[in-house]
């Protein structure tokens, strides 16, 4: 007979295990954009015409990457809206993106669920343009 808190137990392995599979997964596709990023750099120093050209190749590859992040770490926090982890990295693309007003979102509630984190402060802070 097997007790209600290893069924408990068991749900919650299964429920982190997909969710280390999600983070798996953003972190492949981040991973493997920084390296074709990096692959088309380094071969793009050709004839100055030619770079250009690759040049805004990997400029929009890296917006593409990032799009594809930030779709990523959202699809995380439509399951686990407090996911720290998911937050903060969304937090971070988008001020990649220098979507500072996107950005506000997610540290709001990471200085919400972590109020003794300064740098999280200092961020919200410079994303709503206060110095």
Same mark, same amino acid.
């Given at each position: 007979? !097997?007790?209600?808190?290893?069924?408990? *137990?068991?749900?919650?392995?299964r429920k982190g295990n997909g969710? +280390?599979? $999600?983070?798996?997964l953003v972190s492949m596709v981040?991973?493997? &954009?920084?390296?074709?990023?990096? $692959?088309? *750099?380094?071969? &793009?120093?050709?004839?100055?015409?030619?770079?250009?050209? +690759?040049?805004?190749?990997?400029?929009?590859?890296? !917006?593409? #990457?990032?799009?594809?992040?930030?779709?990523?770490?959202?699809?995380?926090?439509?399951? !686990?809206?407090?996911?720290?982890?998911?937050? !903060? =990295? #969304?937090?971070?693309? %988008?001020?990649?993106?220098?979507?500072k007003v996107g950005a506000i /979102?997610?540290? /709001?509630?990471?200085?919400?669920?972590?109020?003794? %984190?300064?740098?999280?402060?200092?961020?919200? =802070?410079?994303? +709503? &343009?206060?110095?």
């Open positions: 007979m !097997e007790s209600i808190q290893t069924k408990s *137990s068991d749900r919650r392995v969710t +280390k599979q $999600i983070f798996a981040g991973f493997a &954009g920084s390296a074709i990023f990096g $692959i088309v *750099s380094l071969f &793009g120093s050709g004839l100055s015409s030619q770079h250009r050209q +690759k040049q805004a190749t990997a400029t929009v590859s890296q !917006e593409s #990457l990032l799009a594809a992040q930030e779709r990523g770490y959202e699809t995380v926090l439509r399951r !686990e809206p407090q996911n720290l982890t998911a937050l !903060e =990295g #969304l937090a971070n693309v %988008r001020l990649q993106m220098n979507n /979102e997610p540290l /709001e509630k990471l200085v919400k669920l972590n109020p003794g %984190r300064a740098d999280y402060k200092v961020l919200l =802070g410079q994303a +709503k &343009g206060k110095k």
